[in-house]
């Protein structure tokens, strides 16, 4: 069963660029459709960004398209998701998920998830 890391998250200015990291163990993230989902205080659970097993497909929200993007390098078993001009509205908290399912944006078919990281942006 894969084990999920997040870090990367932080403080930091309306306009700035962070970088999150998810390190898997136990498992290979090459076997499965990774995604970025984030919870805002008082909102529910949303998607961010996925990335399909093979091929390096993605998707992402509406709201971050073009912001931000997603990533793995198989080598370090580890995901990454690259955010750059940052909002107010972007302050959350981050989670990683995976799934050994077929590519999805649905978080209810996400097996896997990461203890969440803290994104503050202030403006």
């Known amino acids: 069963q894969v084990q999920l890391v997040e870090s990367g998250g932080g403080l930091v200015q309306a306009g700035g660029s962070l970088r999150l990291s998810c390190a898997a163990s136990?498992?290979?993230?090459?076997?499965?459709?990774m995604a970025w989902f984030r919870q805002a205080p008082g909102k529910e659970r949303e998607f961010v960004a996925a990335?399909?097993?093979?091929?390096?497909?993605?998707g992402y929200a509406d709201s971050v398209k073009g912001r931000f993007t997603i990533s793995r390098d198989n080598a370090k078993n580890t995901v990454y998701l690259q955010m750059n001009s940052l909002k107010p509205d972007d302050t959350a908290v981050y989670y990683c998920a995976a799934t050994g399912k077929y590519y999805t944006e649905n978080l209810n078919y996400y097996d896997h998830w990461g203890q969440g990281t803290q994104v503050t942006v202030s403006s």
């Open positions: 136990d498992g290979t993230i090459s076997s499965y459709v």
């Open positions: 990335l399909t097993r093979i091929g390096g497909g993605t």
